[in-house]
């Protein structure tokens, strides 16, 4: 998916906008994960880019999308831009003694450090 988003659409509520795209990128994610898995993929990974405009589009994380937009709907911004790329992946196995829920980053799925 590589869209520009309107916010300001003649005639309609921003806020029932904002939810709307909000549902399509949503949608456009499930639908992405039903697809079959190639040989040797585990699921499906997401490369994302959003900005204001193609042209100033920034790596973003998949997680971090939706507060993203919150924030260009706070500043009061028209439009933005977001690019979601599919893409199959392995996962990596976790290394012995490495607790259960550490991230990367060393923080649990509560956000909480390990």
């Known amino acids: 998916m590589r869209k520009t988003f309107q916010l300001h659409v003649e005639g309609k509520n921003r806020d029932r906008v904002l939810d709307a795209v ?38 973003a994380h998949l997680s971090a999308l939706t507060g993203l937009i919150n924030g260009v709907a706070a500043e009061g911004g028209a439009q933005f831009y977001v690019e979601i790329l599919a893409k199959p992946a392995k996962r990596t196995p976790r290394a012995p003694g490495e607790p259960q829920g550490a991230d990367e980053d060393g923080m649990d799925d509560d956000g909480e450090e390990v």
């Not at 456009?28 to 193609?54: S, V």
């Open 22 to 59: 909000k549902h399509e990128i949503r949608k456009y994610i499930k639908r992405e994960r039903r697809r079959d898995l190639p040989e040797g993929a585990d699921f499906w990974d997401f490369d994302c880019q959003f900005g204001r405009t193609k042209e100033d589009a920034a790596v």
